[in-house]
């Protein structure tokens, strides 16, 4: 066994949205690298071999989140690494969506992490050190037609984190934000769709979620994502952003480049919203 792996022996990690996806990826990976791994889902499956513990955790509520991260330290004592990944796709046009349908997608992709947060810092400050990773997407950067309040709760998430790195840096805690662009995940698949439809925006709608389905399905491996958070656990010096995958590193650099009248052009070739084909 090398240095490395008996070291990270010693270390807890606590891993939300497991079940599939980066966070399936992501704690199989460093379970395999010999970290303590700790999943979670809201039901997950007893009769699956995981590859790594997992805990019933509905990080909507308040109770779910004490009883998941009491539970870890019942069986650890520690909680070294949070890996906040739990999180849903809302597709339709802003008009379409309900605010009730909009506070939901903030509850799970924005105040799940933050109640994860509440609850893992009081843990990391008494044994003086942790790290918090938050999967964000190229969502909080740019924001994606038809997708406005995914968006919006990716792009809170990116403001809430920076606060929150300078904030607890003294305690010797990280912050660190993954910015994965389009990748093979069932994030499409498992998307939900707002419940009210208005007409006049039938065909905007139609060609923007094929689009954005097409993008994901010509995505790169998730496990590129998982290999880029075992990189970030394991840094001395974690940054505060990683960008992951071609197009998330790519686009926001043309963004802050070109005159924002292309850019927007751009966008709305490639989501088809003039009825265009897109580049």
């Given amino acids: 066994m090398s240095a490395e792996e008996k070291a990270s022996k010693q270390q807890a990690v ?58 870890l330290m019942e069986r650890t004592g520690r909680l070294d690494v949070l890996i906040n990944n739990a999180g849903y796709e809302l597709a339709g046009a802003v008009e379409e ?9 903030f509850e799970t992709n924005f105040f799940g992490a933050a109640r994860m947060v509440k609850a893992a810092l009081p843990v ?22 038809f997708h406005g309040f995914y968006s919006a709760s990716k ?21 660190s934000l993954i910015e994965p662009g389009f990748f093979r995940t069932n994030l499409a698949r498992a998307a939900r769709n707002s419940i009210e439809t208005v007409s006049e925006y039938a065909g905007m709608r139609e060609r923007a979620l094929k689009a954005f389905v097409r993008a994901v399905q010509a995505g790169e491996d998730p496990g590129l994502v998982a290999s880029l958070i075992l990189t970030v656990v394991g840094s001395r010096s974690p940054r505060l952003r990683y ?16 005159p924002e009248a292309a850019f927007e052009a751009g966008v709305r070739r490639n989501f088809h919203l003039d009825g265009q084909e897109g580049i």
């Fill in 124 to 145: 990391m400050r008494k044994q003086k050190g942790g790290r918090i990773l938050l999967v964000s997407s190229l969502a909080g950067l740019i924001s994606v037609p």
């Fill in 155 to 175: 792009h809170a998430l990116e403001g809430y984190a920076e606060a929150l790195r300078h904030e607890v840096k003294g305690f010797n805690i990280s912050v």
């Fill in 243 to 258: 960008r992951v995958g071609k197009d998330a590193k790519r686009l926001p650099r043309i963004k802050a480049l070109v």
């Fill in 97 to 105: 969506t309900s605010i009730s349908e909009a506070r939901d997608q």
């Fill in 14 to 71: 606590l891993v939300t949205g497991a079940s599939s996806g980066f966070g399936e990826a992501t704690a199989s990976l460093l379970a395999q690298r010999g970290y303590r791994v700790f999943g979670t889902g809201r039901a997950p499956d007893r009769n699956r071999a995981w590859g790594y513990e997992m805990l019933p955790l509905d990080v909507r509520s308040d109770d779910s989140v004490r009883a998941c991260v009491q539970g």
